[in-house]
């Protein structure tokens, strides 16, 4: 069943990465998964890193390794908002386990309390979820 379409955009530090109609929105805020459709209430929401869905259709989803950010979602808009919007086939496992093990070290590393402490944690879960985005689709 087709579903009525909304604009949704994903912008990262680098610039746009998609820009379509969609059917639906799929992702995870920091309090657990969301699913947008047309019509949802105005939301601003904290974005984890996890894999983002959107549904041109029932057969056409559009997939992201996405990193933290921001979802808002207003006057029948969607606006992602993250530091990075990945291609889950793009996704080297080699490269994203090496960065999860320099950035574990990292942490131990790191006195608590620290913006040293705070960044490698962040990495943790970004690389974490890019590995957990890129076992799904490969």
């Known amino acids: 069943m087709a579903r009525t379409k909304f604009p ?3 912008l990262t530090p680098e610039g746009e990465v998609f820009s ?4 639906m929105l799929s992702t995870r805020t920091v309090v657990g998964s969301i699913g947008i459709l047309a019509g949802h209430e105005p939301i601003l929401a904290m974005l984890e890193p996890t894999e983002l ?3 041109r ?3 056409e989803i559009v997939r992201f390794a996405q990193a933290e950010g921001y979802l808002q979602f207003a ?3 969607a606006l992602v908002l993250v530091e990075e919007a990945l ?8 490269t994203l386990e090496t960065k999860l093990s320099e950035a574990r070290s990292a942490a131990e590393r790191s006195q608590e309390g620290t913006e040293e402490k705070a ?3 962040r990495d ?8 957990a985005v890129g076992a799904v689709g490969g």
């Open 53 to 55: 869905r959107l549904y």
């Open 87 to 94: 291609d889950p086939e793009a996704l080297d496992r080699g």
């Open 75 to 77: 006057d029948n808009r």
């Open 8 to 10: 949704a955009e994903v």
């Open 57 to 59: 259709s029932e057969s």
């Open 119 to 121: 960044r490698a944690l």
């Open 20 to 23: 379509d109609e969609v059917e």
């Open 124 to 131: 943790i879960r970004r690389y974490e979820a890019f590995l």
